[in-house]
T-cell receptor, first 117, second 114 residues
Framework: GAVVSQHPSWVICKSGTSVKIECRSL??????MFWYRQFPKQSLMLMAT?????????EQGVEKDKFLINHASLTLSTLTVTSAHPEDSSFYIC?????????????FGPGTRLTVL | GDSVTQMEGPVTLSEEAFLTINCTYT??????LFWYVQYPGEGLQLLLK?????DKGSNKGFEATYRKETTSFHLEKGSVQVSDSAVYFC?????????????FGQGTRLTINP
């Protein structure tokens, strides 16, 4: 149980195009989903937190107009990288949590590797 | 702000060796503490957690004890296996921050040689 999937697992796009990444909780309802970015050999950096049906909360320094997050249902959140540039190339990871407290486990997706040419 | 510091890697050990990966934290509140593991090509998996002082989390032979007095949550295993080769992340979650988000350490890459 508690499986989180991401699609696609990898994507290559041209500079200036937009890319949408999906995150799904397959066997539970996720009240909260998180989006992280991981650079090579570095830690995960939280980009934003989204609760179903409400606007995402972005971390300081993350451009909300560039990284659009939609959490339309309890099992699906999407991250759209708009007008992607090579510096946006990274590993994007989502996680999902069923409960409301910090002791509730976050379940992580396998990640999506984005390469912008 | 809240932060987590892990011992720098990479760490290379022989099979059956004793493992310790140090983790210390700073937090304004009273955080929950976690160890996550990332196997090659896979997403992060929760390895163990502790939610209050002196709690010991354990799983798959790994243990970590929540030490409030030293603000530490060191990961230990008595006898490592080749299959334990992975990247290990220490993390905290501080309800007091409101966002209930995880703050990760930089990760420690562990390689176990047969």
């Amino acid at each position: 149980g508690a499986v989180v999937s991401q699609h696609p697992s990898w994507v290559i796009c041209k500079s200036g195009t937009s890319v949408k990444i999906e995150c799904r909780s397959l066997d539970f309802q996720a009240t909260t989903m998180f989006w992280y970015r991981q650079f090579p050999k570095q830690s995960l950096m939280l980009m934003a937190t989204s609760n179903e049906g409400s606007k995402a909360t972005y971390e300081q320094g993350v451009e909300k107009d560039k990284f659009l997050i939609n959490h339309a249902s309890l099992t699906l959140s999407t991250l759209t990288v708009t007008s992607a540039h090579p510096e946006d190339s990274s590993f994007y990871i989502c996680s999902a949590r069923a409960g409301q407290t910090s002791t509730d486990t976050q379940y992580f997706g396998p990640g999506t590797r984005l390469t912008v040419l | 702000g809240d932060s987590v510091t892990q011992m720098e890697g990479p760490v290379t050990l022989s099979e059956e060796a004793f493992l310790t990966i140090n983790c210390t934290y700073t937090a304004t509140g009273y955080p929950s503490l976690f160890w996550y593991v990332q196997y090659p090509g896979e997403g992060l998996q929760l390895l163990l957690k502790a939610t209050k002082a002196d709690d010991k989390g354990s799983n798959k032979g790994f243990e970590a004890t929540y030490r409030k007095e030293t603000t530490s949550f060191h990961l230990e295993k008595g006898s490592v296996q080749v299959s334990d080769s992975a990247v290990y992340f220490c993390a905290l979650s501080d309800l007091g921050r409101g966002a209930q988000k995880l703050v990760f350490g930089q990760g420690t890459r562990l390689t176990i040689n047969p």
